[in-house]
């Protein structure tokens, strides 16, 4: 199993920054894909960005040259820097996992850009 643990949520100003961290039971240099989903309140929960083993990444079109995904096996860690915040990236962000063909959530953390 992997249990995921998010944390750096709060509330921020549009224009600024967060930084996600996710914490995995476990070492992750074995973990296939892990990634971060958000859900806003009455929409759909959507990718955000992942990563591979090999370090390959991809991001939602929405998000492109504003947030960075990013591993640190040492540190059994997940990263999203999220700059140039905008209030449409408000919602829940769910750190994400797959491991051996099954699917791991995190509790998700809030991110809330107003002024």
């Known amino acids: 199993q992997v249990q995921l643990v998010e944390s750096g949520g709060g509330l921020v100003q549009p224009g600024g920054s967060l930084r996600l961290s996710c914490a995995a039971s476990?070492?992750?240099?074995?973990?296939?894909?892990m990634g971060w989903y958000r859900q806003a309140p009455g929409k759909q929960r959507e990718l955000v960005a992942v990563i591979i083993r090999d370090g390959g990444t991809n991001y939602a079109d929405s998000v492109k040259g504003r947030f960075t995904i990013s591993r640190d096996n040492a540190k059994n860690s997940l990263y999203l820097q999220m700059n140039s915040l905008k209030p449409e990236d408000t919602a829940v962000y769910y750190c994400h996992a797959k491991f051996l063909s099954r699917t791991y959530w995190g509790q998700g953390t809030q991110v809330t850009v107003s002024s």
């Open positions: 476990r070492n992750i240099f074995s973990i296939d894909v």
